[in-house]
């Protein structure tokens, strides 16, 4: 299976574009944002838990990352309410449930080997630091190697200037409505931006976003996640 795996090109999803797929597990649905592989993948996916569904014991032959849209996520190890940011390594494995229901985004199979550091972040509890222009404040999640995940929250009325993306670029906007030359992003919407792509972002009403980057590849890649 291939999902938006040319990532030589901008893709843009919104809510209104999503489209859901039943899972392996009853109660476990899907809509996939970008997916090379079957169902062992090399995926960016979102994925809505029924109040009460759970999925079967499984281990991260590439890495977990995840962010927790809504409700509570858990597994053995805890619980993780909406705005929780976790990273599972390569060789880690869980249960996941959940009680209540949630929705999560969750990257699969795009660890370095080396990156062996696992991570749980109650975002709502951590403290943003000021950013590299007003109205900009950052919260770091995660480095490594060039790749970079932080939520930014912008005020209402910021402005970015124009830069180029190294690596690449990843957003998911969280709150309020995201911006840029090519077009406006409500919450939910999934932005994916190529090696070496330039913009100019901006919000007017103000947003928080999920941005992850210098990780995609710079040339097109053609092999299925194992």
């Known amino acids: 299976m291939r999902i938006n795996a040319d ?4 893709v843009v999803i919104r809510p209104q574009d999503y489209q859901w797929v039943h899972s392996p597990a009853s109660g476990v649905e899907r809509m996939m944002l970008d997916r090379i592989g079957d169902e ?4 960016t996916t979102l994925v809505r838990f029924a109040p ?3 999925f079967s014991a499984h281990s991260h032959g590439g890495g ?3 962010f927790v849209l809504e409700g509570v996520f858990s597994d053995e190890t805890g619980d993780y309410p909406a705005g929780s940011y976790v990273r599972n390594p390569i060789g880690t494995s869980h249960t996941p449930f959940t009680k209540e229901g949630c929705t999560i985004l969750v990257k699969l199979h795009q660890f370095e080997e080396e990156d062996q550091r696992q991570i749980a972040i109650d975002t709502t509890k951590a403290a943003f630091q000021p950013g590299i222009a007003e109205g900009l404040t950052v919260l770091p999640l995660h480095d490594y190697e060039g790749e970079h995940v932080a939520l930014v929250r912008w005020q209402p009325g910021t402005r970015f200037n124009a830069h180029r993306h190294w690596g690449g670029e990843e957003i998911f906007v969280l709150e309020g409505t995201f911006a840029d030359e090519h077009g406006s992003y409500e919450k939910g919407t999934w932005i994916r ?16 976003i999920l941005v992850k980057t210098g990780h995609l590849p710079s040339e097109p890649e053609e092999k299925n996640a194992e």
């Not at 062992?40 to 995926?43: K, S």
């Open 64 to 66: 977990e990352e995840f």
């Open 193 to 208: 931006s190529p090696h070496l792509s330039q913009h100019q972002p901006f919000t007017d009403e103000g947003c928080l």
């Open 40 to 43: 062992v993948a090399r995926a």
């Open 7 to 10: 990532f030589s090109q901008r």
């Open 52 to 54: 009460g569904s759970s």
